[in-house]
Nanobody, 129 residues
Framework: QVQLVESGGGLVQPGGSLRLSCAAS????????MGWFRQAPRQEREFVAA????????YYSDSVKGRFTISRENAKNTVNLQMSSLKPEDTADYYC??????????????????????WGQGTQVTVSS
């Protein structure tokens, strides 16, 4: 059974840093794109960042580019999201997700939550002074 389990959320002050982790299990993710999404209260779920499990490609939303870094530790079956220079608008539930990537995919398909096959339960991040 495939599982994605997020951890590392919590309360942090503006300008601070936090690292989220996603532990993946239940199958090989060699052909998957691993993504992070977030959802604030009364808002739609939005794309944050994604990285290929086996390749070199990564993606970031404009709102986090330069502040967040997505990485993977394949030996530990873990995907991380290092968040720096945090802002109050970063406050949200953060979700780890996995999407099977086909060779013909193009454009910004990875921004659509409906393209992802598996989801974690989420971890809360609150940025407040």
């Amino acid at each position: 059974q495939v599982q994605l389990v997020e951890s590392g959320g919590g309360l942090v002050q503006p300008g601070g840093s936090l690292r989220l982790s996603c532990a993946a299990s239940g199958r090989s993710f060699n052909n998957f794109l691993m993504g992070w999404f977030r959802q604030a209260p009364r808002q739609e779920r939005e794309f944050v960042a994604a990285i290929q499990w086996s390749g070199d490609t990564s993606y970031y939303s404009d709102s986090v580019k330069g502040r967040f870094t997505i990485s993977r530790e394949n030996a530990k079956n873990t995907v991380n999201l290092q968040m720096s220079s945090l802002k109050p608008e970063d406050t949200a539930d953060y979700y780890c997700a996995a999407a099977l990537q086909y060779s013909h995919y193009a454009g910004t398909w990875f921004r659509d939550p409906k393209q992802y096959n598996y989801w974690g339960q989420g971890t809360q991040v609150t940025v407040s002074s």
